[in-house]
């Protein structure tokens, strides 16, 4: 892999640990996301995925360990950090009773947005995920599929260059799983994506390269184009790394 230096990196965290009554659950965790790049994270349950997003995200402080956005320190600045950074997790933080446009305007001021350019961003953000014409509509009225887009747009409207999905495809039907992977390949065109899944094929269509988490580490940490010239699976790594 070539390494461009550090001054690409749009997400860098070194060294994170974090236990739980004396029990790692995450042990000496090392990553790091590129400018422009997808970042597939796997591992079955229990390997450690969301006690490490919720790190990354500022929503839990590790035990040791640092965490850069943008060259940031997450834990000295949380605010100037997540400022660059966007998160959905697996439940999408959305507010049933409000329309879309009440909701994502009420988001827009969370994130600081100027009163001016509010309105603006609105409409860029739902044009980007689909919402267009949707924005009158309250957020219980719509299917799954449409509410796991409002939870993107939730994600997305401050512009970020970091955003971190958790199980973004988890109970759409093909149709919605399909629509919600183009609109991942998009955002990624202007922002850092790291992605959780246990679909594999997910990370195989979506991203650019793979860590696979089993037991709190990293066991697996290549591109796609690396593994696919060593003429292996995913599948197969993920079996052999994970059943130990």
Do not use: W
């Not at 236990?19 to 000496?28: L, R």
């Not at 329309?99 to 044009?127: G, M, N, S, Y």
């Not at 003429?231 to 052999?240: H, K, M, P, Q, S």
């Amino acid at each position: 892999m070539t390494d461009h230096g550090a001054s690409s990196f749009t997400l860098s965290a070194q060294h994170l640990s974090r236990a739980y009554n004396g029990i790692f659950a995450v042990h000496d965790v090392t990553l790091q996301l590129r400018q422009g790049e997808i970042l597939g994270l796997l591992g079955p349950n229990s390997a450690g995925k969301s006690t490490t997003m919720h790190m990354l995200t500022g929503n839990l402080a590790p035990n040791s360990g640092k965490i850069e956005i943008c060259g940031i320190d997450l834990l000295d600045n949380p605010e100037s950090a997540k400022a660059h950074l966007g998160y959905l997790p697996e439940i999408p933080p959305l507010y049933m009773d409000m329309t879309v446009d009440e909701f994502l305007v009420f988001v827009a001021q969370l994130h600081r947005i100027d009163k001016k350019i509010i309105v603006q961003a609105v409409e860029h953000c739902k044009k980007k995920c689909g919402l267009t014409e949707r924005g009158n509509q309250l957020i219980g009225t719509l299917s799954k599929g449409l509410q796991q887009r409002v939870g993107i747009a939730q994600a997305v409207i401050h512009e970020p260059d970091v955003i971190i999905l958790d199980e973004p495809t988890v109970g759409l039907d093909p149709n919605q799983i399909r629509e919600m992977r183009q609109l991942i390949r998009t955002l990624g065109l202007s922002s850092s994506i790291i992605l959780s899944t246990h679909i594999l094929s997910e990370v195989e269509s979506l991203c650019d390269r793979v860590l696979i988490m089993n037991k709190g580490h990293i066991v697996f940490d290549q591109t796609l184009a690396q593994l696919q010239e060593k003429g292996r699976d995913l599948e197969t790594v993920f079996t052999e790394l994970t059943q130990i």
